[in-house]
């Protein structure tokens, strides 16, 4: 029998921790990874809080997502962790590692929190003579989101497809499952989020990429979706309402006016929607999906 694993990206903080909780108390999984940033002490305790009083080992990895060393460091560790020859196996992989660049947590590339926008020549230098665009702030998003996306998931394939080999060997059936979570208005189907041109310009191409991931994995037992969560209640908003001269708690009551619903997600919420999208039930024939989970917020 294949014991489950997940690997959660940033799993120790925001909606990934509500993400790594559900997951983890479902009792699906017999091993997790999570990974995190900079506060190792926060995920190490995270870590021990999980497994406490249970069978669930879990592993950490910290570092930039936007490094090759960091993506490195989380295949190592699976692979000395939760050994094939050991009986472990990969079924679930969420991307959920972000951040507002320079608000919410230091980055490798040292950029500060600016809101730079498309046309209105915020990108280009202040050189007057020489006015080139600088990618700095969007070539990170796009390696957050994008490139750091594709290189997780074709490397989760490669070991999905050793469990699902063994799983058949055994007469089982295997399924795996793979999530991204974006953001608002990162694909064409609704309105564009202002101010957001940097990090959704790294977010859309997981939201297409998955589509395609879909589509090539389908026969392997394997689903990719995207989540698009809305307002959501976690400790990323201290830093964004403290930028808007706000609190966390000001600014989220203020916008359950505009949610027709008229309350604030849970990261546990959005942690159940992953757990339905990559669990035994309906959830296994919904694939290259950008589902929104915003109280119809999207609507309005």
Same mark, same amino acid.
């Given at each position: 029998?294949?014991?489950?694993?997940?690997?959660?990206?940033?799993?120790?903080?925001?909606?990934?921790?509500?993400?790594?909780?559900?997951?983890?108390?479902?009792?699906?999984?017999?091993?997790?990874?999570?990974?995190?940033?900079?506060?190792?002490?926060?995920?190490? +305790?995270?870590?021990?809080?999980?497994?406490?009083?249970?069978?669930?080992?879990?592993?950490?990895?910290?570092?930039?997502?936007?490094?090759? +060393?960091?993506?490195?460091?989380?295949?190592?560790?699976?692979?000395?962790?939760?050994?094939?020859?050991?009986?472990?196996?990969?079924?679930?992989?969420?991307?959920?590692?972000?951040?507002?660049?320079?608000?919410?947590?230091?980055?490798?590339?040292?950029?500060?929190?600016?809101?730079?926008?498309?046309?209105?020549?915020?990108?280009?230098?202040?050189?007057?003579?020489?006015?080139?665009?600088?990618?700095?702030?969007?070539?990170?998003?796009?390696?957050?989101?994008?490139?750091?996306?594709?290189?997780?998931?074709?490397?989760?394939?490669?070991?999905?497809?050793?469990?699902?080999?063994?799983?058949?060997?055994?007469?089982?059936?295997?399924?795996?499952?793979?999530?991204?979570?974006?953001?608002?208005? /990162?694909?064409?189907?609704?309105?564009?989020?202002?101010?957001?041109?940097?990090?959704?310009?790294?977010?859309?191409?997981?939201?297409?990429?998955?589509?395609?991931? +879909?589509?090539?994995?389908?026969?392997?037992?394997?689903? /990719?979706?995207?989540?698009?969560?809305?307002?959501?209640?976690?400790?990323?908003?201290?830093?964004?309402?403290?930028?808007?001269?706000?609190?966390?708690?000001?600014?989220?009551?203020?916008?359950?006016?505009?949610?027709? /619903?008229?309350?604030?997600?849970? +990261?546990?919420?959005?942690?159940?929607?992953?757990?339905?999208?990559?669990?035994?039930?309906?959830?296994?024939?919904?694939?290259?999906?950008?589902?929104?989970?915003?109280?119809?917020?999207?609507?309005?």
């Amino acid at each position: 029998m294949v014991k489950n694993v997940a690997i959660i990206t940033g799993g120790a903080r925001g909606i990934r921790r509500g993400i790594t909780k559900v997951l983890a108390d479902s009792g699906r999984y017999d091993g997790i990874i999570v990974t995190f940033n900079k506060n190792a002490e926060a995920a190490e +305790a995270y870590a021990a809080e999980l497994q406490n009083n249970s069978e669930l080992r879990v592993a950490t990895v910290g570092g930039d997502l936007t490094l090759v +060393a960091t993506r490195d460091a989380i295949f190592d560790a699976y692979d000395l962790e939760f050994a094939a020859a050991d009986g472990w196996g990969l079924n679930c992989v969420v991307h959920n590692a972000g951040q507002y660049v320079g608000v919410t947590s230091p980055n490798a590339a040292n950029l500060d929190g600016a809101t730079l926008r498309f046309g209105d020549g915020s990108l280009l230098g202040n050189d007057d003579k020489d006015r080139r665009p600088d990618f700095s702030h969007m070539t990170y998003y796009q390696k957050l989101y994008g490139e750091a996306f594709v290189d997780i998931c074709e490397r989760s394939i490669h070991r999905m497809k050793g469990a699902r080999e063994r799983a058949l060997k055994d007469g089982a059936k295997y399924q795996g499952s793979i999530i991204g979570i974006s953001s608002p208005g /990162c694909n064409a189907a609704f309105r564009v989020t202002p101010g957001y041109d940097m990090p959704g310009s790294g977010k859309c191409i997981m939201e297409y990429a998955s589509r395609q991931y +879909a589509v090539n994995i389908a026969s392997l037992g394997i689903n /990719c979706n995207v989540i698009v969560p809305g307002f959501t209640r976690s400790d990323a908003w201290d830093a964004v309402a403290e930028k808007m001269g706000s609190t966390a708690d000001a600014f989220l009551e203020k916008m359950k006016t505009i949610i027709p /619903c008229g309350e604030i997600a849970e +990261a546990s919420d959005i942690g159940d929607l992953v757990a339905f999208l990559s669990g035994p039930g309906g959830g296994r024939f919904m694939t290259g999906l950008s589902l929104r989970c915003d109280g119809g917020r999207h609507l309005t």
